[in-house]
């Protein structure tokens, strides 16, 4: 567009964002919801080699960056088609536990007791949970019509209430899910087979850390497969510290939202 020519809202846009500790993931899809008024995004948060995550940086016009965000708007252009894969939902026994308070991506009870007793109970480590060191994916229904989205524990506060990636629905459904190497492997090779199918001039896939690290001495095998199904379109593959991707309700409506132990794809 030339200087002054009005060229219209945005169709989508993609976010590169710093990893910020002190707050969910949600609270940056919050700002960006606002500023786009809500536009379909797509993107990751920053991660790095180091387990604070300390040097971890956006890059944005030839400079780095530790709390900037990396920002591309996508006018006139057909919006593109996004997948998400976490785990396999048909290993997930179907949980009727209803979270019944949180605050953002904080967890405090589930069916009106503790979460921390209550995921206990159901085969999540008290330890590692308020270790935050590991462990299961808890997996938030949003009872939307939408597809489960999966959480990482990073932690619990002096209360003992769960702190969390991403938001914690409030009356939404609660289970545990599973993710080993085997989990990992199974789920990409679902998804990479939809895109193999796909007609596409280029794709961009982000693929969390804690899939990365589950894969143990095969953390090359998730990339190596991307390798085999893009039919020669050029892509980029990398790590996440947090995966940014919409989904759409029942209704068909598109929803902003951040994901954790998700390999997300955006084809074009």
Same mark, same amino acid.
């Given at each position: ?89 048909? !290993? ?100 990479? !087979?939809?895109?193999?199918?796909? !007609? ?69």
């Amino acid at each position: 567009a030339t200087a002054g020519e009005a060229i219209g809202k945005p169709v989508y846009a993609l976010i590169y964002a710093p990893l910020m500790q002190t707050c969910g993931g949600d609270e940056i899809i919050r700002s960006f919801d606002k500023a786009t008024g809500a536009i379909p995004l797509f993107g990751t948060v920053t991660v790095d080699h180091l387990s604070t995550y300390e040097t971890s940086q956006t890059i944005l016009n030839g400079k780095a960056y530790a709390t900037n965000a990396a920002f591309v708007a996508v006018y006139n252009a057909p919006l593109p088609t996004m997948r998400i894969i976490s785990v396999d939902f048909t !290993k997930v026994k179907r949980s009727k536990a209803i979270i019944t308070s949180s605050e953002r991506n904080v967890l405090k009870t589930i069916n009106g007791i503790p979460a921390i007793d209550y995921l206990e109970q159901a085969g999540y480590p008290r330890d590692l949970m308020k270790a935050g060191t590991g462990g299961a994916p808890i997996l938030i229904d949003y009872c939307d019509g939408s597809e489960p989205i999966a959480r990482t524990v990073f932690g619990t506060t002096p209360e003992e209430y769960i702190f969390s990636g991403g938001d914690i629905q409030e009356g939404g459904a609660i289970s545990v899910g599973i993710l080993n190497a085997d989990e990992v492997t199974t789920t990409a090779e679902n998804l990479l !087979k939809l895109i193999e199918a796909d !007609k596409h001039a280029g794709l961009l896939m982000y693929s969390c850390l804690a899939r990365y690290l589950t894969l143990g001495d095969k953390k090359a095998s998730e990339a190596e497969r991307v390798n085999k199904v893009t039919n020669g379109a050029p892509y980029a593959y990398a790590v996440s510290g947090g995966e940014i991707c919409p989904q759409k309700d029942g209704k068909g409506v598109w929803h902003n939202r951040f994901h954790n132990f998700t390999l997300v794809v955006c084809e074009f």
